[in-house]
């Protein structure tokens, strides 16, 4: 009789797939959605070989007897209907349950110099980790190895740190609430504050840069918001792609007749026109519902001119109506009662001058005045945004901007308005909550010392930026991370995997083969962990864990299958495994923890009471519960007790761009990837076929240089440090996006952006907005320069000089 372990599992060496391909250009006219959705969920459930058991299991995603979708933080509707997926949804869920498996036998095939050769995409598609493995430098291979003794050799290593601030720890958005919270208490109790987490890398600046305007780092509104919205703008976001179930709120809003503005500077087809997979009429008819009813290409790097633009409009209105004995169209009351800083955001806006807008974001007047128009005649608005706002050197003021224009005219505390920055991973808001901070509070930390009895560290921790510079200086002598695939994710690529082969240990809790496991520490741990998925039994009995979605709502999450191999555990089970070794006397119940996650949910209601109380009873309710949000309640916990306006000088147009030459990409995701996971080599909505090494230009921009449609290209970055950051033979897509604007996919121009091209105030890489020079492609120059991508050297042989960054 087979067993889950090997039941239908391919146990091969390895699953043939190229590394990557030559990129074919197709147009692309189907709207987003449709039956294409459909044909590719059966595709991704097919090469994963799991095409029964994910039919089946896709049923229960997102139900309140389910699981959590390990994708995107979308919330679910409180009235679910047994179709709560999305096909990039079902594509998390094919890639959890894949029957294909990394083996024992697999790594003593491959040495780790071989498997490095290889693409991101080659390695996540050869499946599931079976066992926990260590590196071997002799010969350069992965050898299992006990699970106790990867708890007592991490406990060895980090009880002989000089400083408990020489051990760094990284978080997924993926590790459950229960997990994240168990793991900054060890972290904690150890003795730092350094978590970097992928928040830093993406939202940072909603999480920084919110606060200061009203009082939390979280959105403001929930799922039932949308059908009460007059408006809703979406800038910087691709939902079709990044949260696909986002789709079926804007093609309701549609449909009643909501407009519907979008300001990005590719035409993403998600956001011109959907065709439901849950309407029959649609799937029927191969009709569609138009998304956008206002589609404002800005450039890249123009938001901050755009949005004071939207807002200097809306004052010449005000003023105008004012003067001529009309009603103002402000919110005199709200601004009066609950905001600071008004009377100095109209003299900026006043000191901003036209030229400067129009020049930087872009746009036309004619396009900034009809966003005003939109937005002046609706009572009630909702503004969402992603990375696209985020990922700037001035992310942080970006965030702010929207929450001035929203104030303008009171939408917070009322239905159908407010603030909607869309996460990404599924719970990386949760984690936020809980405490994976390196910038805690004192009243946080407080609290921890009150329920556990420690003295926690109160200095600030390293966030991202800061631990790969730690790592190059030799600051940070053992790394782990909880899930995710740090080193493919972060920016300065080189930098990155030349500062991780300086560490002494680096430990990787994962649920598949990834970049992180082939560039890595001196030594080096894989502790392979069940997925969302998978049935989690502890000694108690079956256990559920809980999540945090993008709207504040905490619901629970219970795996449906058995795990593929004996040899996993839960996150919670290899933290505890791990403060174990390395505290034996800590005078914390890890055992009681382990066995039992309730345990954990009560410690969490104990330091934060206001938040969870009550937390395993109201998480077992359908839907779960939603965290308090006080500006839905008109509460600001600023300084001034008020919502602020806060001010940005000028237009935040990059000095390097006044260089014609210069222009600014912005790294993307296809729409066959998940943050850094690949599902297959296809962005069938752009119209990109069986490759990813493509950028995309403006016709003019692509003259100018004498580039032509479909010729290889090199990209260069622009940077102040004075070093070479080159990626090359791009092919060139001629696509919809402004003058002086690019696009290109990541992580493979990670390499470009260097470590200190970032958001001043959180540090988060501006991903979104690298300088860069495209010229026609040197076929040779890989052979005098740097190693090409996917073919960097082992931790035993690196090749080639790194260069020292600095940091700022």
Same mark, same amino acid.
Request: charged fraction near 25%; charge should be negative.
């Given at each position: 009789?087979?067993?889950?372990?090997?039941?239908?599992a391919? *146990?091969?060496s390895?699953?043939d797939?190229?590394?990557d391909?030559?990129?074919?250009f197709e147009t692309?006219?189907h709207? +987003?959605?449709?039956?294409? +959705?459909?044909?590719? &969920?059966?595709?991704a459930? #097919?090469?994963? /070989?799991v095409?029964?058991k994910?039919?089946?299991l896709?049923?229960?995603?997102?139900?309140?007897?389910?699981f959590d979708c @390990?994708?995107?933080a979308w919330p679910d509707?409180?009235?679910?209907s047994?179709?709560?997926?999305?096909?990039?949804?079902?594509?998390?869920?094919?890639?959890e349950?894949?029957?294909h498996?990394?083996t #024992?036998?697999?790594?003593?095939?491959?040495?780790?110099?071989e498997?490095?050769?290889h693409?991101?995409?080659?390695l996540?598609?050869q499946?599931?980790l079976?066992?926990p493995?260590?590196?071997?430098?002799?010969?350069?291979r992965?050898?299992?190895i006990?699970w106790?003794?990867a708890?007592a050799?991490?406990?060895r290593e980090?009880r002989?740190?000089? /400083?408990?601030?020489? +051990?760094?720890?990284?978080t997924?958005?993926?590790a459950?609430?229960?997990?994240?919270?168990l793991?900054?208490?060890?972290v904690?109790r150890f003795g730092?504050?350094n978590?970097?987490?992928?928040?830093n890398m993406?939202h940072?600046p909603?999480?920084v840069?919110?606060p200061?305007?009203?009082?939390i %780092?979280?959105?403001t509104?929930?799922?039932?918001?949308?059908?009460h919205?007059?408006?809703i703008?979406?800038?910087g976001?691709n939902?079709?792609?990044?949260?696909?179930?986002?789709?079926?709120?804007l093609?309701?809003?549609?449909?009643r007749?909501?407009?519907?503005?979008?300001?990005?500077?590719l035409?993403?087809?998600?956001?011109?026109r959907?065709? $439901?997979p849950?309407?029959?009429?649609?799937?029927?008819?191969?009709?569609s519902?138009?998304?956008?009813s206002?589609?404002c290409?800005?450039?890249? %790097?123009?938001?901050?001119?755009a949005?004071?633009?939207?807002?200097?409009?809306?004052?010449?209105?005000?003023?105008?109506a004012?003067?001529?004995?009309?009603?103002p169209?402000?919110?005199?009351?709200? !601004?009066?009662?609950?905001?600071? %800083?008004?009377?100095a955001l109209v003299?900026?806006m006043r000191?901003?001058?036209?030229?400067?807008?129009i020049r930087v974001?872009g746009?036309?007047?004619d396009?900034?005045e009809r966003? $005003?128009h939109?937005y002046?005649?609706?009572?009630?608005?909702? !503004?969402?945004?992603?990375m %696209?706002?985020?990922?700037?050197?001035?992310?942080?003021?970006?965030?702010?901007? !929207?929450a001035n224009?929203l104030?303008?005219?009171?939408n917070?505390?009322r239905?159908?308005?407010?603030?909607?920055?869309?996460?990404?991973?599924?719970?990386?808001?949760?984690n936020r909550t809980? =405490?994976i901070?390196?910038?805690?509070s004192?009243?946080?930390l407080d609290?921890?010392k009150k329920?556990f009895g420690f003295?926690?560290p109160?200095n600030?921790?390293?966030?991202v930026?800061?631990?790969?510079?730690?790592?190059?200086?030799?600051?940070?002598?053992?790394?782990?991370g909880?899930g995710g695939?740090?080193?493919?994710?972060?920016?300065d690529?080189?930098?990155?995997e030349a500062?991780?082969?300086?560490?002494?240990?680096?430990?990787?809790?994962?649920t598949?083969l990834?970049?992180?496991?082939v560039v890595?520490g001196?030594?080096a741990?894989?502790?392979p962990?069940?997925? #969302? &998925?998978?049935?989690d039994?502890?000694a108690?009995?079956r256990q559920?864990?809980?999540?945090?979605?993008?709207?504040?709502m905490?619901?629970?999450?219970?795996?449906?299958v058995? +795990?593929?191999s004996?040899? *996993?555990? /839960?996150?919670?089970?290899?933290v505890?495994?791990?403060?174990?070794?390395?505290?034996?006397?800590?005078?914390?119940?890890?055992?009681?923890?382990?066995?039992d996650?309730? *345990?954990?949910r009560?410690r969490?209601?104990?330091?934060f009471?206001?938040?969870?109380?009550?937390?395993n009873?109201?998480?077992?309710k359908?839907?779960?519960?939603h965290l308090?949000?006080?500006?839905?309640?008109?509460?600001?916990?600023?300084p001034?007790?008020?919502?602020?306006?806060?001010?940005?000088? =000028?237009v935040?147009?990059d000095p390097r761009?006044?260089n014609k030459?210069v222009?600014?990409?912005?790294?993307?995701r296809?729409?066959?990837?998940?943050?850094t996971?690949i599902?297959?080599?296809?962005?069938?909505?752009?119209?990109?076929?069986?490759?990813r090494m493509?950028?995309?230009m403006?016709?003019g921009?692509?003259?100018d240089?004498?580039?032509?449609?479909?010729?290889l290209?090199?990209?260069?970055?622009v940077?102040?440090?004075?070093?070479k950051?080159?990626?090359r033979?791009?092919?060139?897509?001629p696509?919809?996006i402004p003058?002086g604007?690019?696009?290109?996919?990541?992580?493979?121009?990670?390499?470009?952006?260097p470590l200190s091209?970032?958001?001043?105030q959180?540090?988060?890489?501006?991903?979104?907005s690298?300088p860069?020079?495209?010229?026609p492609h040197?076929p040779?120059?890989?052979?005098r320069?740097e190693? @090409?991508e996917?073919?960097?050297?082992?931790?035993?042989?690196?090749?080639?000089?790194?260069p020292?960054?600095?940091?700022?």
């Amino acid at each position: 009789m087979s067993t889950p372990e090997t039941a239908d599992a391919k *146990l091969a060496s390895e699953i043939d797939v190229p590394d990557d391909g030559i990129p074919v250009f197709e147009t692309y006219d189907h709207p +987003a959605g449709s039956w294409d +959705a459909v044909f590719a &969920t059966a595709r991704a459930l #097919r090469e994963q /070989s799991v095409v029964l058991k994910g039919s089946d299991l896709l049923h229960k995603m997102n139900q309140p007897d389910g699981f959590d979708c @390990p994708g995107c933080a979308w919330p679910d509707p409180k009235h679910t209907s047994s179709f709560e997926f999305c096909e990039n949804g079902a594509k998390a869920v094919a890639f959890e349950l894949t029957s294909h498996r990394v083996t #024992r036998e697999f790594f003593a095939s491959h040495t780790v110099r071989e498997l490095n050769g290889h693409s991101d995409y080659w390695l996540e598609q050869q499946g599931r980790l079976m066992d926990p493995m260590r590196y071997d430098a002799e010969t350069d291979r992965y050898v299992p190895i006990a699970w106790e003794d990867a708890f007592a050799l991490i406990g060895r290593e980090l009880r002989a740190l000089e /400083s408990p601030d020489h +051990a760094d720890f990284y978080t997924s958005g993926r590790a459950s609430n229960e997990a994240a919270f168990l793991y900054q208490l060890f972290v904690r109790r150890f003795g730092t504050n350094n978590f970097p987490d992928c928040s830093n890398m993406c939202h940072e600046p909603t999480s920084v840069g919110l606060p200061e305007s009203i009082g939390i %780092g979280k959105g403001t509104v929930l799922l039932e918001d949308f059908a009460h919205a007059d408006a809703i703008f979406i800038i910087g976001q691709n939902p079709g792609t990044n949260s696909p179930r986002m789709l079926t709120e804007l093609w309701n809003a549609s449909r009643r007749g909501a407009p519907i503005v979008v300001m990005n500077p590719l035409r993403e087809r998600a956001l011109e026109r959907f065709a $439901a997979p849950q309407s029959p009429i649609e799937m029927a008819t191969f009709s569609s519902t138009r998304i956008a009813s206002q589609y404002c290409q800005v450039k890249v %790097g123009g938001d901050v001119a755009a949005l004071k633009g939207i807002m200097k409009r809306v004052l010449e209105v005000h003023e105008a109506a004012v003067a001529a004995g009309e009603d103002p169209v402000l919110d005199l009351l709200f !601004i009066e009662q609950h905001t600071h %800083g008004f009377d100095a955001l109209v003299e900026d806006m006043r000191r901003t001058s036209w030229g400067d807008i129009i020049r930087v974001s872009g746009l036309t007047l004619d396009e900034i005045e009809r966003m $005003a128009h939109v937005y002046l005649h609706a009572k009630s608005v909702i !503004i969402c945004y992603g990375m %696209g706002i985020t990922q700037h050197r001035h992310g942080s003021e970006n965030a702010q901007q !929207i929450a001035n224009l929203l104030m303008l005219r009171g939408n917070f505390g009322r239905p159908g308005a407010g603030i909607c920055p869309v996460r990404g991973h599924s719970n990386v808001q949760g984690n936020r909550t809980v =405490g994976i901070d390196e910038k805690p509070s004192a009243t946080f930390l407080d609290s921890m010392k009150k329920v556990f009895g420690f003295e926690p560290p109160r200095n600030h921790g390293r966030s991202v930026i800061d631990t790969i510079a730690a790592m190059r200086d030799g600051q940070c002598k053992y790394f782990m991370g909880l899930g995710g695939n740090f080193i493919a994710a972060v920016p300065d690529k080189l930098v990155a995997e030349a500062a991780i082969r300086n560490v002494d240990l680096t430990v990787a809790i994962s649920t598949k083969l990834n970049r992180g496991h082939v560039v890595h520490g001196k030594q080096a741990l894989i502790l392979p962990c069940l997925a #969302r &998925t998978d049935i989690d039994m502890q000694a108690t009995g079956r256990q559920a864990i809980t999540v945090e979605d993008s709207m504040s709502m905490v619901h629970a999450s219970s795996g449906l299958v058995h +795990a593929p191999s004996k040899h *996993l555990k /839960s996150e919670v089970s290899i933290v505890c495994g791990i403060a174990r070794a390395t505290l034996p006397n800590s005078g914390i119940d890890w055992d009681g923890f382990e066995a039992d996650y309730d *345990l954990i949910r009560d410690r969490i209601e104990d330091v934060f009471p206001a938040l969870f109380a009550d937390y395993n009873h109201r998480v077992r309710k359908p839907g779960g519960f939603h965290l308090t949000t006080p500006p839905r309640d008109r509460i600001w916990n600023t300084p001034t007790g008020r919502a602020n306006f806060l001010m940005f000088e =000028g237009v935040a147009e990059d000095p390097r761009v006044a260089n014609k030459s210069v222009l600014l990409l912005a790294t993307l995701r296809s729409h066959n990837q998940y943050n850094t996971t690949i599902y297959n080599l296809d962005d069938r909505y752009r119209g990109v076929f069986g490759g990813r090494m493509v950028v995309f230009m403006n016709d003019g921009d692509m003259a100018d240089r004498a580039i032509t449609a479909e010729s290889l290209v090199d990209i260069e970055a622009v940077s102040d440090d004075g070093q070479k950051r080159v990626v090359r033979g791009f092919k060139v897509k001629p696509y919809q996006i402004p003058r002086g604007s690019v696009g290109a996919y990541y992580p493979e121009t990670n390499p470009l952006l260097p470590l200190s091209h970032h958001d001043a105030q959180s540090k988060c890489p501006a991903a979104k907005s690298i300088p860069v020079l495209v010229t026609p492609h040197v076929p040779d120059a890989d052979q005098r320069e740097e190693p @090409p991508e996917h073919q960097r050297t082992s931790p035993q042989d690196p090749t080639g000089i790194v260069p020292k960054v600095t940091v700022p």
